[in-house]
């Protein structure tokens, strides 16, 4: 039987910061955050199981969202 979904709460995002999710072997993971951090100033990346890597980066915007 499925349960009824909570409710939550809307997000917040800031200008200019995106939230970045990889799924890939270890040797392609490590491709794109090169690639990523040689281009934007990032957070250390976050692996999960299942070859998940969370990371957020700084794209420089700061113009609000429209």
Not at 22 to 51: C, K, N, W
């Amino acid at each position: 039987m499925a349960r009824e979904r909570r409710e939550r709460p809307a997000r917040t995002f800031l200008p200019g910061i995106a939230d970045v999710r990889i799924m890939a072997d270890e040797a392609t993971t490590q491709a794109v955050l090169d690639v990523l951090q040689s281009a934007f100033h990032t957070t250390s990346p976050r692996p999960y199981d299942g070859g998940r890597t969370y990371l957020q980066l700084d794209t420089g915007c700061t113009a609000p969202d429209d």
